[in-house]
């Protein structure tokens, strides 16, 4: 069965480069129509997406947040990495990394979806 | 405040039908599936609904979903207490260079 784990620091100094790791088992980053993306929950709060990595490399990214994020792949350990640069008590949230598959007989971002979450990690930004 | 909206909070006795509602545009539900998560408290949000109105395997037929126009909707049949959760809706949305969405969020109370 599909799963996902993230891990990272739990705590992090404003201005810090946040980097976390998905390590995933039960599919290949290979397959097509497959992707991996992280999305984050401040307390209180809907999930809000950050990036995406599809299973041929492509990537995207929030648009408001592209210039902070790196979203980097290890197809043959089974990894995604994400970085986050410049981190501010407002990104305290917990980050979760979630399995996307793509629907059938569509094509485009639109056509994936988040089916399988990690179990999430808290990161809090504090000095 | 979310491009999509939910309503704050619905509440229901067990047994009876509850609906949640999602409104959102033309550059997101008007043009692209509608998904709706379920997370309970403490957990990382479950996929209920995808695709509008499909049920990924293992989820009970007691929820389904429906999409008109730029509107979407969960509703819930034969209410539970282990219903009692937060429920979201998500879609893709065209514009702002393009990006998953989510909705607010409807805190789910069963009486």
């Given at each position: 069965q599909i799963t996902l784990k993230e891990s990272g620091p739990t705590l992090v100094k404003p201005t810090q480069t946040l980097t976390l790791t998905c390590t995933f088992s039960g599919f290949s980053l290979s397959t097509s129509g497959v992707g991996v993306g992280w999305l984050r929950q401040s307390p209180g709060k809907a999930p809000e997406w950050l990036a995406l990595i599809y299973w041929d490399g492509d990537k995207r990214y929030r648009s408001s947040l592209k210039s902070r994020l790196t979203i980097t792949k290890d197809t043959s350990k089974n990894q995604v990495v994400l970085t986050m640069t410049n981190m501010d008590p407002v990104d305290t949230a917990t980050y979760y990394c979630a399995h996307s598959i793509r629907g059938p007989r569509c094509s485009g971002s639109p056509c994936y979806y988040f089916d399988y979450w990690g179990q999430g990690t808290l990161v809090t930004v504090s000095s | 405040q979310s491009v999509l909206s939910q309503p704050p909070s619905a509440s229901a006795t067990p047994g009876q039908r509850v609906t949640i509602s999602c409104s959102g545009s033309g550059s997101n539900i008007g043009s692209n599936f509608v998904y709706w998560y379920q997370q309970l408290p403490g957990t990382a949000p479950k996929l209920l609904?995808?695709?509008?109105?499909e049920r990924p395997s293992g989820v009970p037929d007691r929820f389904s979903g429906s999409k008109s126009g730029s509107s979407a909707s969960l509703a819930i049949s034969g209410l539970r207490s282990e219903d009692e959760a937060d429920y979201y809706c998500s879609v893709w949305d065209d514009s702002l260079g393009g990006l998953w969405m989510f909705g607010g969020g409807t805190k789910l109370t069963v009486l």
């Open positions: - | 609904i995808y695709r509008n109105t």
